[in-house]
Each structure stands twice: as structure tokens, then as C-alpha cells.
């Protein structure tokens, strides 16, 4: 399974961006997608995930209220709504995907907010 990002961008605290994930290849073997974030100087932190059909949907505790996940199926796409934003948020975002035993990353995608 191949993963594109893309969507992100600077803003200014309290905008919004919208993230794109584009999965290809093998998408019927993907379990669950989700996106982590890396900010400089720090460890990578899960952000939100969505299980293949929706019946589970976590975010991180920083995120919730703010940031929703989704996915379009007929595109292959996921997508995390991210409002509210805060300088905090500045990271190279990433998509993933999991399947049963193996785990794909995008590229990563910048995303800065400015006080």
C-alpha cells in the first residue's frame, strides 16, 4: 500500500486545515488508517485513527474536540479536519495504514500554525 498527504500549510492560531491521505495498491488489505505528527525536537505521538468500516474512531486527548477523521472509500482517501488550531499542532504529519501483520507511512506532510 502506497500513502500520498497532502493539505498542509501555515495558518494562523485558530484556522483550520484539512489533510489528505491518498492509499493505493493493495487498499482491501487495510485494517485501519491513521495519522501521527512529529513536531522538531520531539518523538512522534499518535494523532487520531479510524478502523476499516468506522466501528472504532481514537484520538489523542490533545486533538479531541478539534480534529476529526474520515474517510471516503470510493476515493481511497482519509482525511483529518483539523480546527482550532493551535502553534502546538506546528508537526510534519503523517498518514499510515495498518494491515494484519505490516504497517505503511506516508511521506509526511508540514503543517505550521502561527501565534
Known amino acids: 500500500v502506497q500513502l500520498v498527504e497532502s493539505g498542509g500549510g501555515l495558518v494562523q492560531a485558530g484556522g483550520s486545515l484539512r489533510l489528505s491521505c491518498v492509499a493505493s495498491?493493495?487498499?482491501?488489505?487495510?485494517?485501519?488508517l491513521g495519522w501521527d505528527r512529529q513536531a522538531p525536537g520531539k518523538e512522534r505521538e499518535f494523532v487520531a485513527d479510524t478502523t476499516t468500516g468506522g466501528s472504532r474512531t481514537n484520538y489523542a486527548d490533545s486533538v479531541k474536540g478539534r480534529f476529526t477523521i474520515s474517510r471516503d472509500y470510493a476515493k481511497n482517501t482519509m482525511y483529518l479536519q483539523m480546527n482550532s488550531l493551535k502553534p502546538e499542532d506546528t508537526a510534519v504529519y503523517y498518514c499510515y495504514a495498518d494491515g494484519s501483520t505490516w504497517r505503511s507511512w506516508g511521506q509526511g506532510t508540514q503543517v505550521t500554525v502561527s501565534s
Open positions: 495498491g493493495s487498499v482491501f488489505s487495510i485494517n485501519a
